[in-house]
């Protein structure tokens, strides 16, 4: 259980840092990019991100799942918290497929001279979401950190 669940937790940092970078550089101050400047930047950070994280948050739900099956024989401590790590990264799944994904794909689309009348509220829409992978994904990285301190060796 000690290796499942270290490599659990490595995997959720990567995924986390990947939320939590962007929030820091950019997201909170997002709105003051002109269209020229964020345009391209939205459309690098998706050809660096997405293949990395096409892989990486696929095995980094099946370590944490790995985590609580082998929770499931005996750890119950670890069980609930790894199982709650488990739902609050499956939801970042959800809210990145769902909203995120959607919104930067059509942004990959737009020019300066192209850009739709609610491009704004697009890009605003895109932040609060954010928001909704950083917070969970940060609480799931907490939840499996406590398991590993419960979890008996």
């Known amino acids: ?6 490599v659990s937790i490595v ?4 995924v986390v840092g990947v939320y ?32 990395v994280m096409t ?3 696929p ?7 790995a985590v609580v099956v082998v929770a499931a024989f005996g750890q119950p401590a670890t069980l609930i918290l790894a199982g709650i790590a488990f739902v609050l990264l499956a939801l970042t799944l959800v809210v990145t497929m769902t909203v995120e994904v959607p919104i930067v794909k059509s942004i990959e689309t737009w020019t300066v001279d192209t850009l739709p ?9 895109w932040v609060s979401f954010h928001l909704l992978r950083v917070v969970p994904g940060v609480a ?3 939840l499996l950190a406590v398991a590993a301190v419960v ?3």
């Open 151 to 153: 979890s008996p060796a």
């Open 20 to 51: 939590w970078g962007p929030w820091i550089a950019l997201t909170r101050t997002i709105a003051t990019f002109e269209p020229a400047v964020l345009l391209p930047l939205v459309r690098r950070l998706s050809a660096n991100l997405a293949p």
């Open 55 to 57: 892989l990486l948050m």
């Open 140 to 142: 799931a990285l907490a």
């Open 117 to 125: 009348a609610d491009w704004q509220e697009r890009r605003d829409r």
């Open 1 to 6: 259980m000690s290796i499942l669940i270290v």
């Open 11 to 14: 995997l959720v940092a990567l």
């Open 59 to 65: 095995l980094t739900l099946l370590s944490t799942i």
